[in-house]
């Protein structure tokens, strides 16, 4: 059976603690894989007695495989394994096999066997089956010894109903909960650092992303607008494809600067682009809206301009990074892929008409009051009907 195929075990965690809704997430989680790994052919993806199996031709690289799942959202772990008929010999000869393969690759001095049995009416019990399989090593590769405490290699032996696995190592996955089981929300997306990060830990618990980009043409740049899709490319990796909607923010922030006072430009660009993203959400069927704003970091994400932010819009503000230090988020983008673009140095529409001394403790009723000078209705319906839209795949 194991000459033809090579067979992956994917492990899903989280997902296999949501009782009634278990099948729905698995089948979710599956449609993902299958949607990833459908360039190859020949991989078949099923779920037998409790466990999530792939099997793919041999001669597909094992790196291959993992690349993808290391970017699906929901699977814990996965372990590339041996599969072979639930017969003691049969597994004995396997795992001799197995072994023999792995010191041809690396030295193993040492080795312990941990098997587990879960078809109950295999007739050797777990710690009896370790014992057989590992004295069948011991025999075949003269070199190696058992150490229970630290060996150089842990074979895990699962035996069960009509199939048996042999596997050695334990690849984390992503965790969280397969995309597409918690609803749309749209990222309000810069080219930062930060929005890319948000739009990830959004996605990355079930939530699938579009994003909005607000711009200043001709003040900002067609190559910003390249930093913002190449970001989205790369978060489509995770997330599947991405629509961006492009909104030029310049009309709106000359009103403002021509009629309100200066220190709230910050504060009432931002309260616009939320009314603007807001729009765009309700126009796609998002339920709220994210951005990567954090306590603190700068004028317009004090305590107070937040909350003055917030209260330009009815929907949800989902804002994933409110609480992380720098260094975090820094780490986070580097782990996804997104920072080295993020910092690419290209001008962003916040830094047109930036204030000298942007309000800090922003009240909303001068806010409002500054709002009251302008066409604000008018003003969203025209940039919105100005927008344009984009649909980005993801990087290859
Ligand atoms: P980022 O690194 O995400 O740009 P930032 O720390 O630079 O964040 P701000 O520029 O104040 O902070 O923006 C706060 C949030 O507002 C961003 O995380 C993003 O969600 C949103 N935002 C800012 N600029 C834009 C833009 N040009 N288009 C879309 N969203 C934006
Ligand atoms: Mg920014």
């Known amino acids: 059976m194991e000459e033809q195929r090579n067979t992956y075990i994917v492990r899903y965690g989280e997902v296999a603690l949501k009782g009634d809704n278990k099948p729905y997430f698995e089948r979710i989680l599956m449609e993902r894989m299958r949607k990833l790994l459908k360039k190859y052919p020949g991989v078949e993806i099923r779920r037998e007695n409790g466990l999530v199996l792939i099997r793919t031709p041999r001669e597909l690289p ?3 495989v993992t690349k993808e799942l290391s970017k699906v959202f929901g699977v814990d772990s996965l372990s590339p394994a041996v ?23 690396r030295e193993i001095k040492t080795f312990k066997v941990e098997a587990r049995r879960s078809d109950k009416s295999f007739p050797v019990q ?12 011991l025999k075949a590769c003269k070199t190696l010894k058992v150490d229970v405490h630290q060996p150089d290699c842990r074979l895990f032996v699962q035996v069960r109903q009509g199939n048996s696995f042999i596997y050695e190592e334990k690849l984390s996955g992503r965790g969280g909960l397969p995309l597409g089981t918690n609803g749309r929300g749209l990222v309000l997306l810069s080219g930062g650092i930060d929005s890319p990060v948000a739009a990830y830990m959004m996605a990355r618990r079930g939530m699938v992303v579009e ?64 009314k603007l993203g807001q729009r ?9 809206l994210i951005t990567g704003e954090n306590l603190g970091q700068v004028a317009s994400q004090t305590a107070e301009a937040l909350t003055v932010t917030d209260q330009a819009v ?7 990074l409110i609480a ?73």
């Open 62 to 64: 094992a790196e291959a």
């Open 83 to 105: 599969e072979v008929d639930s017969e003691l010999e049969a597994i004995g000869a396997a795992a001799v096999k197995y072994m023999s393969e792995l010191m041809a690759r």
């Open 126 to 137: 777990s710690p009896e089956i370790g014992r057989i399989i590992g004295a069948k090593i």
């Open 211 to 274: 994003a909005v980009h607000f711009h200043s043409y001709p003040y900002t740049s067609e190559r910003a607008w390249e930093k913002v899709k190449e970001l989205a490319g790369i978060l489509a990796e995770y997330c599947g494809r991405i629509r961006i909607t492009s909104i030029n923010l310049l009309p709106i922030q000359e009103q403002i600067a021509q009629h309100c006072p200066e220190e709230l430009t910050t504060i009432l660009v931002r309260r616009f682009m939320m």
């Open 280 to 288: 765009v959400a309700e126009d796609r069927g998002c339920l709220m």
């Open 314 to 320: 009815d929907l949800p503000v989902m804002r994933p």
């Open 324 to 396: 992380m230090d720098k260094t975090d988020i820094i780490e986070l983008a580097k782990d996804i892929g997104t920072f080295e673009t993020s910092i690419q140095p290209f001008e962003d529409c916040c830094t047109v008409f930036l204030p000298r001394h942007p309000s800090t403790k922003p009240r909303l009723d001068r806010v409002l009051e500054a709002e009251s000078r302008l066409e604000g209705e008018a003003l969203i319906e025209q940039a919105f009907e100005a927008r344009e839209t984009e649909l980005v795949l993801p990087r290859e």
